[in-house]
């Protein structure tokens, strides 16, 4: 089980520094995630391209404490937490 979620955790950050994440901000996202208990490819798919839009939405999770990560991210989404509210703020430029 732990090997699933190494790998998992591996395949995230590759997939975030391939796509061209220039600045860290996602790939750091992602760690700060992990760090916290998070292992979901939810998070890689907000942060895929790491444009302006993910790069907000990665200074959401960044400045997230984790229990409002694992609650956001972890086996369900809730909506109401800080994260989403930031997340929701980002303006779609690109």
Known sequence: M???????????????????????????AVEHAEACGVDDLEL???????????ACRASCV????CDEI?????????RSTEVWRCYEQCPISD
């Open 44 to 54: 890689d798919d907000d942060l895929t391209g790491c444009s302006e839009h993910e």
């Open 62 to 65: 960044l400045d997230a404490p």
């Open 2 to 28: 732990r090997k699933t979620y190494l790998m998992a955790s591996i395949f995230v950050a590759t997939a975030l520094l391939a796509a061209g994440c220039k600045t860290g901000t996602c790939a750091d």
């Open 70 to 78: 694992k609650a956001s991210f972890a086996g369900g989404t809730d």
